[in-house]
Every structure is written in C-alpha cells, then in structure tokens.
C-alpha cells in the first residue's frame, strides 16, 4: 500500500491509466517518501516519520525530513513524491504568514485545512498521471477550540479526520493495525501517554514498519541516523533533538529488536 487506504490502487481497479497523457506507464522510478504517523498524546499531536526516499527498489537518500513545519501550530508529514508535497508545504507556509501579516489573526484551522485540500485537487493531473501523487498528514493544534487534530488525506484532496491517530505511506499497514491495538487494548490509550512515553511507542511503530517494508527507513546508530519525531501542543511545534532519540531508542527499542 503505498497510499492512505490504498486509493491509488483503488483508482487502477476502476480502469485509471496512470501515465503521461494518461495513455502510458510512466518508465522512470519516481522518488517517493515514507512511512508517516501521527497520534495524540497527552499534550497535543505528535507527528513522527522515517527519513528514507526510493526510487524503485532503489534507496535514493536516507535523510529526508517528511515532518515539515509549516507554522507554529501546524504540521504537514509527507507521503508520496517529495518534489510535490515540498512545494506545497512552501505554499502554504507562506500563504499562512501573508494572511497573519495581513489580517493581523491566524488563519483557522478549518482554513488550514481547505487550503491543503485545494492543493491537493490542483495537483489531481499529476497524480492521476503518476508524477506527483501525495498523500499527507496534516495536525496541529486548534488555538481558537484549544484542542488537538489530526487529519489525513487522499490524493485528489478529500479529507478525513484522524480522532486518535492518522497513518499514511507503504509502511502504513502494519502500523495502522499496532496503534489500534495500543489505542484499544494496551496499558493506556494513546492520548494519556506522556511526551517521552509517546516518542517510545513511534520508535516502535516505525522500526516495525521498517522491519516488514524495505520503503522505510529504519535507525541507523552508527550514522546517528533516527526518525524525525515533533509535538505540537498549546506552545507550538517542537522538535525532539537526535540525542534524546537515541537514549530512548537505546533504553526501550533496540533491546527488544
């Protein structure tokens, strides 16, 4: 699965023609990025992805950042081709901030949102003709309700929200299936957990998603190379620092893998 629900595959079935003009495959291997997740904790958000890009069975690089800041309150995670998920994060960067300079307020998060979707549907061309499918994960935090959210997105703009947690990219299946059974059956819920506790369980999700699908990325420790995981909560988006994924990976992941 290499899209959120496996749309793309569902777009085939129907007798889609993914190619230029619509008429061809595409010959070339696009270089496409995953794993995502997002869930809520007991402060917020927090977004995690891996940090490899392929191109076929091809590793092209292994540090893409697929967890981009797009404001304070906001985050976009990327599935899908890179080239086309970046450029819409740098639009809708700074239309964020030409609309706080303008109109002296934030924009909603409803708003945030639409905007995404908007992208999204102007892209469909693209996506349909297999050159620049993306399938994000958009969370933040909703200052004006003071909530926490998480939506996920097909790749012609519908949107979806993600109550408790979102996944997206080809290692989604066998994290989607974890995180329902700790939201469902584990210790405690995923939105009770605090920071450092949920920062554990992304490590696991996503050296899962690594173990069974050669499209993520997993922990590279001698290259110092870890996942980027960030929270947003009522402050804004933060960042956990390299040496503090390592000492958890080492006290609580790699012990057991």
Avoid: C
């Avoid at 079935?13 to 696009?30: C, N, P, R, S, T």
């Avoid at 297999?130 to 949107?159: R, S």
């Avoid at 506790?197 to 590279?220: C, H, K, M």
């Amino acid at each position: 699965m290499g899209l959120q629900g496996d749309f793309y595959q569902v777009l085939k079935e129907q007798g889609y023609a993914f190619g230029i003009g619509g008429q061809a495959k595409v010959e070339q291997d696009l270089i496409t990025a995953t794993t995502i997740l997002a869930f809520k904790y007991r402060d917020g958000v927090l977004v995690a992805g891996d940090r490899r890009a392929t191109a076929g069975n091809m590793v092209m690089y292994d540090r893409t950042d697929k967890v981009l800041e797009i404001d304070r309150h906001s985050v976009m995670a990327i599935a899908g081709v890179p080239a086309t998920a970046y450029e819409m994060a740098r639009i809708l960067e700074h239309s964020f901030k030409y609309y706080r300079r303008t109109q002296l307020q934030e924009l909603s998060f409803e708003g945030k949102l639409r905007a995404l979707s908007t992208l999204l549907k102007q892209n469909v061309p693209a996506a349909l003709a297999g050159t620049g499918a993306v399938a994000p994960i958009f969370a933040g935090y909703d200052t004006e309700q003071e909530t926490a959210k998480i939506y996920f997105y097909d790749i012609l703009g519908a949107e979806f929200e993600g109550v408790e947690y979102a996944v997206s990219g080809s290692g989604s299946p066998t994290i989607r299936g974890i995180l329902h059974y700790l939201n469902t059956w584990g210790e405690q819920p995923l939105s009770t957990m605090p920071e450092e506790q949920a920062a554990i369980q992304a490590l696991r999700l996503l050296t899962s998603a690594a173990e069974f699908d050669s499209a993520t990325g997993g922990v590279n420790r001698d290259a110092n190379l870890y996942p980027v995981i960030k929270f947003i909560a009522v402050g804004g988006v933060r960042t956990m620092a390299d040496p503090q994924l390592r000492s958890l990976f080492e006290s609580d992941v790699s012990r057991s893998v």
